[in-house]
């Protein structure tokens, strides 16, 4: 069964802080992608990721960074951590080709004190 | 620039009636598919269903389907015989496709979303 997982279902930080979200998926897919999510806003892409060390900008990349050293692995970073960054982060993945359906982890809801 | 808009942010229906979710996309671009997802309570996205624009018939997936009409630029989705586990949020979604010189890639844009809820 595909699977993507993220590290923490919940998570409070202090302004400020340095975040780290992570994501792995197990289906050896291409893409990799992070999301916000906030009421009345849908899905907002943060960043995403074509391959191995390689990621673009989304629609709303200040405040944040990306990494992915290896395939299965995507994280995002939030530098110094700040109020207006509270909101529910998903991880999603795809292949490169075909329908490029995205297969979504559980989610992290991280409020930023 | 592509869009995607859902109209209603909430709708309510019940038990056993089919329920009709709005969403209405531009774009400029040929080749594109469609996507609808839900959203319960626990924050999961599960997909739903998927239209591709060359697609000659609408997509089927059990209880849903996917009424295309590319002319108006419309992707509603349609459940039939709503059950109470349908109560979810819905969110509609397009593919944009980016080239750049070794190859391209592929991402979605989302819509506001629907809530639906569905009552006994």
């Known amino acids: 069964d595909v699977k993507v997982t993220q590290s923490s279902r919940y998570l409070v930080k202090r302004t400020g802080e340095k975040v780290f979200l992570e994501c792995v998926q197990d289906m050896d897919h291409e893409n990799m992608f992070w999301y916000r999510q906030d009421p009345g806003l849908g899905l907002r892409l943060i960043y995403f990721s074509y391959d191995v060390k390689m990621k673009e900008k989304g629609d709303i990349p200040e405040g944040y960074s990306v990494s992915r050293e290896k395939k299965e692995r995507f994280s995002l970073i939030l530098e110094s951590a700040s109020t207006n960054q509270t909101s529910m982060y998903l991880c999603a993945s795809s292949t490169g080709t075909g329908s490029n359906e995205q297969f979504f982890g559980p989610g992290t809801r991280l409020t930023v004190l | 620039a592509q869009k995607i808009t859902q109209t209603q942010p909430g709708m309510f229906v019940q038990e056993k009636e089919a329920v009709t979710l709005d969403c209405t996309y531009d774009t400029s671009d040929p080749s594109y598919g469609l996507f609808w997802y839900k959203q319960p309570s626990s924050g999961e996205m599960i997909f739903l269903i998927y239209?591709?624009?060359?697609?000659?018939q609408n997509a089927t997936e059990g209880r849903y389907s996917l009424n295309f009409q590319k002319a108006r630029k419309s992707a509603n989705l349609v459940i039939s015989a709503s059950q109470l586990g349908d109560s979810a949020m819905y969110f509609c979604a397009m593919r944009e496709t980016s080239f750049f010189f070794s190859g391209g890639y592929n991402k979605l844009i989302f819509g506001a979303g629907t809530r639906l809820a569905v009552h006994p």
């Open positions: 239209q591709g624009s060359y697609d000659q």
